[in-house]
């Protein structure tokens, strides 16, 4: 029977969990990623440009169908999603780690070792994320009662000028670090461990949270580079998309090796 890692293990010489990790490793994985990018690089920016067309057509559909309220929740619930979107990536860098030839199949189609565990996984962040934009627009409601957004246009000037909007903007930002927090926790190694181990999804997403937490310093400069380049990202009009996804993709796969768990 698979046991799931305790989350908080005490912490000792002896604990598997425990990684020697420094605060200049996340620039390091920053620079493997690089590395991995440049090597065949038509195959991530291949990628990046998927994931870009599949940004821009959801959230012109939102427009369109005056859905247009959701999209703030949608973005930060991008990063909730956005590790289950790029195991490909993970492929690819596994690919050039191992020596073996990288094919265009071989990126679009991946065939995890854990099988099936790593969709199950998926459906368990699309429904976190789902909560999450629940939440989201309740906690709108809880303030605002049922004044209809504004648009795009007038909501800067509704949340920065009003005391209602800072004061939703304090809980919203709290409830939502909670959902970033837990989400990171659960999804920051648990995929690529899904790509490449035979493993339950219940034991890898246990294994991540032990993971982060019991290295708890180094990940969180982790996070914050990841969140500081999709909000850059963010900053071109989701262009950035196509360097910026691919990159932090392959960079997630070596902090992945890198806080890999000592087995016997």
Not at 10 to 26: E, F, I, K, Q
Not at 50 to 74: H, Q, T
Not at 137 to 149: N, P
Not at 175 to 193: E, H, K, Q, R, Y
């Amino acid at each position: 029977m698979t046991m799931l890692p305790s989350v908080a293990p005490p912490l000792s010489m002896g604990n598997p969990w425990v990684r020697p990790l420094t605060t200049a490793d996340p620039f390091k994985w920053l620079a493997q990623g690089w590395r991995d990018f440049l090597t065949q690089m038509p195959l991530s920016l291949a990628y990046g440009v998927i994931i870009l067309a599949i940004s821009v057509g959801l959230v012109a559909g939102l427009v369109a169908l005056k859905r247009d309220y959701i999209l703030f929740p949608l973005f930060a619930g991008f990063m909730v999603i956005g590790p289950i979107l790029a195991v490909g990536l993970y492929e690819k860098s596994r690919r050039i780690e191992e020596g073996l030839p990288l094919r265009w199949q071989n990126i679009f189609f991946v065939r995890p070792r854990s099988g099936g565990q790593i969709l199950f996984t998926g459906v368990l962040l699309c429904l976190l994320m789902i909560v999450w934009i629940r939440a989201a627009v309740l906690i709108y409601a809880l303030f605002f009662g049922m004044v209809a957004f504004p648009g795009l246009d007038r909501i800067a000037s509704m949340l920065f000028t009003t005391g209602i909007g800072w004061a939703m903007l304090i809980v919203g930002t709290a409830v939502g670090g909670l959902f970033a927090a837990f989400s990171f926790a659960i999804s920051a190694f648990s995929i690529p461990m899904l790509l490449d181990q035979r493993i339950d999804a219940f034991t890898a997403m246990g294994s991540s949270m032990a993971l982060v937490w019991n290295n708890l310093r180094v990940l969180l400069i982790w996070a914050a580079i990841v969140l500081a380049l999709f909000l850059a990202s963010l900053a071109t009009g989701m262009l950035g998309l196509v360097m910026i996804y691919p990159l932090l993709g392959h960079a997630t796969w070596h902090a992945y090796r890198a806080a890999q768990p000592e087995t016997e």
